[in-house]
C-alpha cells in the first residue's frame, strides 16, 4: 500500500511538468516552427539588450529588498545581495513551490550577515510590496485592455471580476496592516494547537512575532525606506513594460507603451493563474499567444515574445544557480581553514604545556 502512494505521489509530481512541456511543444507545432523561428531571427541580437534589461531588473529588485532591513547591514554586501536575489529569483521560476523554497534560499545565503527575523520580516515586507505593485499594474493593464482591445461581452465580465478581486485584496491587506492584524501570528497558534505540530510550532512563536513585528511597524518607524521600496518595486515593474515593448517593436509590431502595459498587466494574470505548475510551461506561452491576439499582434509573434522572456529568465536563472554554487564553495573552503586553523590551536597549546618537560617537534 505504501509503495502504491508514493508511485502515485511521483507521478503527480511529475505529471503536472511533463503535461506542461506537452504543451509548450504542441504551442509551437500548431503556431508553426518555422513562423517562430523567423519572428526569433527578427529579434536577432535584440535579446542580448533584453538580457541585460533583465539584469538591471534584477539590480533593481535586490535594492527595494535591502530598503526593508531595520537592523545593521554591514556585514551584507552588495554582491551577496544581489546573489542571494538572484538564487532566489531561480527557483522561483519553478511555480508557487519555488517560490516559497527562493525565500527560503535567500535567508540561507545572508545567514549570519542579519539577524533571522529581520531577514524573515524584510522577505515579508519586500514580498508585500512587489504583490502590491504587482496588482496595481494589473489593475491599469485591465483596464487599458478593455479600453483598447475589442472584447467579448464575457471577457468584459472576466476582465471586471479579476480586477475587482485585485482592488479588493489589495484593500483587505491595505486594512490589515493599518490596523496591525497579526495575521502570522495568530495563524500559528492555531496550527500549534494540533498535537503533532506543537513542539514544532512553540519554539518558533518568538521568531514569528517579532518579525511580524517588524512587518507591521515598518511604514510608521522606517517612512522613507518605506517609500523607497514602493519605487524601486514600481519601477521593476516598469522595465517589465518595457520589455514587452522592445521586443514587439523589434519584431516590427506596433503596439506602443499603453498596449504594452495591458499586455504586461494581463501576462501577470497569467501568471497567477500558472502558479500551480512548475514553471509555468506551456500555458505562459499559450495565454500570450491569446493576449496579443486581443491586440492584433499574430500568434507567431506572441509566442516569440514569451519565449524571448523565458530565455532572459532562464539566462539569469542560470547565474542565480552559479552563485549558489559558488557561495557553497566558499563556505565549504571556510569552514577547512576553520578547522585547520583549531587544530593548529590545539597543537600550539600542547606544545605550550609540553615545553616544560621538554622540545616540541
Keep these: ?25 504542441y504551442t509551437v507545432f500548431r503556431t508553426g516552427p518555422g ?59 519553478f511555480g508557487f513551490a519555488g517560490k516559497l523554497l527562493g525565500e527560503g534560499l ?11 527575523a529581520d531577514g524573515i ?22 483596464t487599458a485592455t478593455l479600453l483598447l482591445a475589442s472584447l467579448t461581452g464575457t471577457l468584459r465580465v472576466y476582465a471586471l471580476l479579476v480586477g475587482a478581486m485585485l482592488i479588493t485584496v489589495v484593500a483587505l491587506g491595505g486594512v490589515a496592516v493599518a490596523s496591525r492584524w497579526q495575521l502570522m501570528g495568530s495563524t500559528a497558534r492555531a496550527i500549534g494547537r494540533l498535537p503533532w505540530l506543537y513542539k514544532f510550532v512553540i ?33 521593476w515593474h516598469v522595465m517589465a513594460v518595457v520589455e514587452v515593448y522592445l521586443i514587439l517593436h523589434f519584431m ?4 506602443g507603451v499603453v498596449g ?41 509573434a506572441g509566442l516569440t515574445l514569451a519565449l524571448c522572456r523565458r530565455a532572459r529568465a532562464m539566462f539569469w536563472a542560470a547565474v542565480g544557480a552559479a552563485c549558489v554554487a559558488a557561495m557553497k564553495r566558499d563556505r565549504r573552503r571556510s569552514r ?13 597549546n600542547a606544545c605550550i604545556g609540553a615545553a616544560s618537560s621538554g622540545p616540541c617537534h
Design 121 to 142: 520580516s524584510s522577505s515579508a515586507i519586500d514580498g508585500g510590496l512587489h504583490t502590491f505593485t504587482a496588482a496595481v499594474v494589473t489593475v491599469l493593464g485591465i
Design 1 to 25: 500500500m505504501d509503495r502504491t502512494r508514493q508511485l502515485i505521489w511521483i507521478a503527480c509530481r511529475f505529471l503536472a511538468p511533463l503535461l506542461g512541456v506537452a504543451l509548450l511543444g
Design 35 to 93: 513562423a517562430v523561428w523567423k519572428q526569433i531571427q527578427t529579434v536577432g541580437w535584440g535579446l542580448a539588450a533584453i538580457i541585460f534589461l533583465g539584469g538591471l531588473s534584477q539590480v533593481i529588485k535586490t535594492w527595494a529588498w535591502r530598503q526593508t532591513f531595520a537592523c545593521d547591514m554591514s556585514a551584507l554586501s552588495w554582491p551577496r545581495s544581489l546573489g542571494a536575489q538572484l538564487a532566489s529569483d531561480a527557483a522561483g521560476q
Design 106 to 116: 535567500r535567508l540561507s545565503m545572508v545567514a549570519g550577515t542579519v539577524p533571522l
Design 336 to 348: 577547512i581553514e576553520m578547522k585547520g586553523d583549531n587544530e593548529d590551536q590545539s597543537l600550539h
Design 203 to 235: 519554539g518558533k512563536l518568538p521568531l514569528i512575532d517579532s518579525a511580524e513585528h517588524n512587518l507591521l511597524t515598518f511604514y510608521q518607524e522606517n517612512p522613507l525606506a518605506f517609500y523607497a521600496n514602493l519605487t524601486l518595486n514600481s519601477l
Design 260 to 300: 504594452a502595459c495591458a499586455l504586461e498587466g494581463l501576462t501577470k494574470v497569467i501568471n497567477l493563474v500558472g502558479v500551480v505548475s512548475p514553471g509555468n510551461f506551456g500555458t505562459y506561452e499559450g495565454g500570450n499567444i491569446l493576449i496579443t491576439n486581443l491586440f492584433g499582434v499574430s500568434g507567431a
Design 252 to 255: 516590427g509590431a506596433s503596439i
